[in-house]
């Protein structure tokens, strides 16, 4: 059976043939993987920046973004039968009885950092043929999703940020009363994603259908599908290259939201000091190693002092992110459907996996399909 691992001792990236994984415990699910995602995250790993082989292996398989078919359930699995469509959450937690969060099955906010990722972190991923995992942290998937579902996890991303944004807006101005229909929570404040990979567009039409008027800033100058992609969902594109943070404020007003997603840690700090009053920002990029910047820390304490700011950070995603994530992908093909068909690039076999990776992204996400 094959897998596309990478190997952090000789750096090496490769098809590898695997033994036919076999369910050995009663809440166990045979998978059959039918989409791999690639992503920014993969990259860094089969760059050797992070990944951690799970313990005893010289080789992690990779792909934390995944689709699957259920192909064969132990006994005491209730939920799902074969045939059925599920996309894995990717982490697991960690053993400590202390650790309220994976204790209470929130594993996303896991104290201790002993948990392990399917794909990332002392445990194989989902780009390989069959995979075996437990019943309970799959997410079953509407078989009208197939050909998106594998969208579902870079999107929880947004999702879980959005949920926490929304709790906090019913406890901060602008007040939003908790019955407040989705489409209108966002109406009258300005959101700004920074980046336009795919985290970001998929934050777009988050933000987007939640009724923000969302802005989209980056590098890349038209012409660009990415650029034509934030305009079809009806976001602003305006280019880092075409007008600074401080024109971008004139343009805006009070920027009430701002969405990271690039994963730099100078563009996010200058970012910042345009939050607008009352503002969250909301980090989703995890940088590697970067040169360090000059900061004023002063100006920007006492901006989030005297403007009552809210930084933010967060890592996807627990059961309740997934589920919005499935729903969002739906809403989503029925207000863009065109969109929707041009998210994923293209699919292509594992052998062109570490090409693929290592490569310059091509489309919006390329899949690796089984
Ligand atoms: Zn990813
Ligand atoms: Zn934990």
Not at 12 to 18: A, L, N, P, R, S
Not at 41 to 48: A, G, H, K, L, Q
Not at 158 to 175: D, L, T
Not at 249 to 261: F, K, M, P, V, W
């Amino acid at each position: 059976m094959k897998a596309v691992a990478v190997f952090p001792g000789p750096q090496e990236v490769k098809i590898v043939e695997q033994e036919f994984p076999r369910l050995t415990q009663p809440d166990q699910v045979l998978l059959r993987i039918l989409d791999a995602g690639i992503c920014g995250t993969d990259r860094e790993i089969c760059s050797f920046e992070y990944g951690t082989p799970p313990p005893g292996d010289d080789y992690l398989v990779i792909g934390h973004e995944s689709l699957a078919e259920v192909v064969d359930v132990g006994t005491a699995v209730e939920r799902l039968a074969p045939g059925d469509l599920v996309v894995p959450s990717v982490r697991r937690p960690c053993p400590h009885p202390c650790c309220l969060a994976c204790r209470s099955g929130h594993q996303d906010y896991c104290y201790t950092g002993d948990f392990s990722e399917r794909g990332i972190k002392e445990a194989h991923g989902y780009m390989a043929e069959y995979v075996v995992d437990h019943e309970q942290y799959m997410n079953v998937v509407p078989p009208h999703l197939r050909d998106i579902g594998v969208l579902a996890e870079p999107l929880t991303i947004a999702e879980k940020a959005v949920a926490q944004i929304f709790w906090m807006m019913q406890q901060r101005p602008p007040w939003i009363a908790p019955e407040t229909p989705r489409e209108e929570r966002g109406q009258g404040l300005s959101a700004l994603v920074l980046g336009i990979g795919p985290v970001g567009l998929l934050g777009a039409m988050v933000l987007v259908t939640a009724g923000f008027t969302t802005y989209v800033y980056s590098r890349e100058l038209p012409p660009s599908p990415r650029i034509d992609l934030v305009e079809a969902i009806g976001a602003i594109y305006v280019s880092s290259q075409a007008a600074t943070f401080g024109q971008l404020t004139e343009q805006i007003g009070n920027i009430d939201l701002i969405y990271e997603a690039v994963g730099h840690s100078h563009f996010a700090l200058q970012a910042l000091q345009v939050l607008g009053t009352n503002g969250i920002f909301v980090l989703t990029g995890v940088p590697g190693l970067q040169a360090f910047v000059e900061a004023d820390p002063a100006r920007l304490m006492r901006e989030m002092v005297l403007k009552n700011q809210v930084l933010l950070g967060t890592v996807n995603a627990g059961p309740d992110a997934f589920a919005s994530a499935l729903r969002d992908l739906d809403r989503f093909r029925r207000r863009w459907p065109a969109v929707v068909s041009t998210l994923i690039g293209g699919r292509y076999p594992p052998e062109q996996a570490p090409d693929l990776i290592l490569g310059r992204p091509a489309g919006i996400k390329s899949v690796i399909a089984f």
